[in-house]
């Protein structure tokens, strides 16, 4: 397994310092999800600094972008990076498409689909110089000239990885990405019982396999190495698993464990702004399921433990690990 370091971003001017400090620490990869930042622009500083880490967007939100649009910023990217740069993109939920980003949201699966197969059409078409003729349900790209073609920068076009928690979108993925990222509010019951199968199904439809996609899994982890350490990290964790647990989008998880009621209380606290209330409604048993729960030297070996097989690459998503830790996990990890 390999370990990644997965942020939620940092002010730009400090962007370069937070990835030079993930290269040293030994990460395999740096990887910025879109909050309050821009991810390409991140992403792009981090390219001058990053060594031979990979670097790419865990998620960038897609549906408000036009496939054209992002294609030619991962193709710069990839280009800068030598060929190391991952293109990560989620569909959000409805709300944040249309409150949030004001644009159409529909068949989110389907139109994902079509986004990544444009993409593809788009780097082929600048590739090769065929004429671009991509014409799909939800994006059409026909129009491609010389003085927009951008220079091949001689290396594959970027990996695309996919968000992915429901069937259909897992299937999606297994058609036609590279990678898919699962959610942290994942369990290793359901990545068995229906993550796996569906990347399957959907890989065996493009008559591809399961060891063609990687699985990149952010992993809760509850550690410290004082009391006052541990009951911070597991604070942050029960903040956390409470968010997702009242977001509709992430009940199936919940009823896969028969745990469906804890949902509806967590979703009525949300809609009654009871915030912070909602962590101590977190069972025990609820937060050992999804945490990895260990000494800070025994995090990477419990990690290992639990999602061998399941996953291709980890990140430790809560853990403030010191070196010692981190060396430890990362050891832990590769050894597997």
Partial sequence: MKLDEVTYGHPLAETAEAVANARERGYDGWFVSETVHDPFLAAAVAGTVSGEMQIGTAIAVAFPRSPMHVAYAAHDLQAMTGGRFVLGLGSQIKPHIEKRFSTEW??????????????RAIWHAWRTGERLSFRGEFTSHTLMTPFFTP???????????????????????????DGLLAHAFTTARYLTEVTLPNLEEGAATAGRDRSDIEV?????????????????SEAMVRGQLSFYGSTPAYKGVLDLHGWGDLHHR?????????WEEMPAMIPTEVLETFAVIAEPDEVGAVVRDRYRGLADRISLSSAQLDDQALAGARAALRAD
């Fill in 266 to 274: 967590l979703h009525n606290a949300s809609l009654e702004n009871r």
């Fill in 106 to 119: 529909s068949k989110p699966a389907a139109r994902m689909r079509e986004y990544v197969l444009a993409l």
């Fill in 216 to 232: 990149v899994l952010p992993v809760f982890v509850v550690s410290g190495r004082t009391e006052e350490q541990r009951a911070a």
């Fill in 151 to 177: 220079a091949d920068h001689g290396h594959p076009d970027p990996a695309v990885w996919l968000a992915a928690v429901g069937p259909l979108m897992t299937r999606v993925t297994g058609e036609v990405a």
